[in-house]
Structures are given as structure tokens and as C-alpha cells.
């Protein structure tokens, strides 16, 4: 699965950064642990330590005075529990970050030798093949109004703004596939037609981005925003299977601001 290992990467550092934590947290805690009863809808604490001269263990009862003391032990019992926990996923981590590799079934038929590979059949379609077959699926866009500027992409594709050549053309660079208005149909709203829909690797799912570029526009800004939540209504959210970018007027979207969400959502 790719982008799979930059997860576990990621929640690899996540847990360090716990067991850090914890580490310093059980550097000086009291000795013992705590009990806790409940008598006559009072409750009561009593610190229990093994006693030194006999066997089994001491019990003493934590007055009022300090309650602090109970405070204590109960965060030291948390602590060392999620201390147990952490320590044994890292050393999971550890190992599976290690052999891990994304794709690593796909890679075994990409490195054979071509007159190898026309001998066998993957047990799955190769991304480049899904991405083809995705790509040739015939869509009637939508259409383009007599007299509007005739703005064309690297691809030369027509779009309807500078704004999505942008986008389009820094797709293209990327080696990202989209398709450009490619029709969908939301309960509730009807069809639409998302600027760019991409298939994203990760997961192999539909990401719609949609682009919406006059926001200062109050009518327009009004439309845009039923069409997101509607996006939403129908189970796409942003962050997610929608990614939305906006401009207006005077502030216009930078060429890094696309190329960190690409790198973020996609």
C-alpha cells in the first residue's frame, strides 16, 4: 500500500515522543501503589507498600491532607501501564518499518526482466494499468459558453481559468492523472462537475478537487459553499475525498500552497 510506511513513520515518532514523556514523568514517583474503597458513599485511599521486615504488604490509610499523594500514584499506575504498551509497539514498529516496503508486491513484477513479465500474470492489476483503464472511461464534460477566454493546459486540455491551468499543468508535471470535469451526481444537489477528479495511489479511491475562485463574490462564495456541503452530505469531506482551494480578487493561490496539498491529500 503506498504512502503506508510514512504512517508508520509517522505514529513511530508519535509513540517516541510518549515514551519520552513517560520517561520523565517516572523519574521521581512514590514508592507503592494505590487502592481505592468505597465505603458508606465515602471514598477512601490507602497507599500500599511492601513491607520490609514481613511478608505480604503495608497498608495506610491517605488522610485529606494528602490527597496529593494519591494524586500520585494513581498517575504512576496510568504511567507505567501506557509505558508497558508503548514500549512493545515501538519494538513492533521497529522491526516492520525495517522490512517494510511499499508496493513491494508490485515492485517483484516491475523489476522482472519485460520477457519474463509476459509470462505472468500479477495477482493484482499493476497501478499503471489501473490508472490507464481508469482514465479510458469515456465522460461527457461540461460544455464551454460561446464568447469566454480559451485557456489551455501543458495537455492541451480547455479549461475555464489561469487558475485551474495552474493546477492542471502542475498535475502534469507531478505525473498525476486527472480527469477534468468529470461528471458526478450528489444526492440532494444533482450533478456536478468537480474541477479535477484524481485516483488517488494510496487507497485507490475517487478525490474530487474542486477549485473556487471568487470567493470575495457573495453569490458566488453562496453557491460554493451548498456545493461543499453537499459534498459532505454525500459522504465526501473534505480533508478526505474532497479538496477544496480557494481564491479571491486579491488574494490568488501560490504555486507551493498546491504543491503542499498535493503532497498532504494526495
Known sequence: MDGLKEMMLKEEKRLQKIQRTLEERLIDVPEGTLRIFESKNQIQYIHC????????????YIKKADRNMANQLAQKS???????????RLKQFDRLVEEYEDNEIDNIFERMHPNRQRLVEPVEK???????????????????????????????????????????????????????????????????????????????????????????????????????????????????RLIVSFESSGVVIRDSVIKMMIDKYL
Open 49 to 60: 507498600t511492601q513491607n520490609a521486615n514481613e511478608s505480604g504488604n503495608k497498608l495506610s
Open 78 to 88: 496510568y504511567d507505567q501501564k501506557v509505558q508497558k504498551i508503548v514500549s512493545r
Open 126 to 240: 499493476m497501478w499503471d494499468q489501473k490508472v490507464l483503464e481508469w482514465k479510458n472511461v469515456p465522460y461527457i464534460g461540461k460544455e464551454f459558453e460561446n464568447g469566454i477566454p480559451e485557456i489551455y493546459t501543458k495537455k492541451g486540455e480547455r479549461v475555464r481559468s489561469k487558475s485551474e491551468k495552474i493546477l492542471a499543468d502542475t498535475f502534469c508535471d507531478l505525473g498525476i492523472e486527472y480527469k477534468y470535469e468529470c461528471p458526478i451526481k450528489l444526492n440532494g444537489y444533482g450533478i456536478v462537475y468537480p474541477d479535477f477528479t484524481i485516483l488517488r495511489k494510496r487507497d485507490g479511491e475517487e478525490v474530487y478537487w474542486e477549485h473556487d475562485g471568487r470567493m470575495d463574490d457573495p453569490k458566488y462564495a453562496e453557491k460554493a459553499i451548498r456545493k461543499i456541503n453537499n459534498y459532505i452530505s454525500n459522504g465526501l469531506f473534505p480533508g478526505d
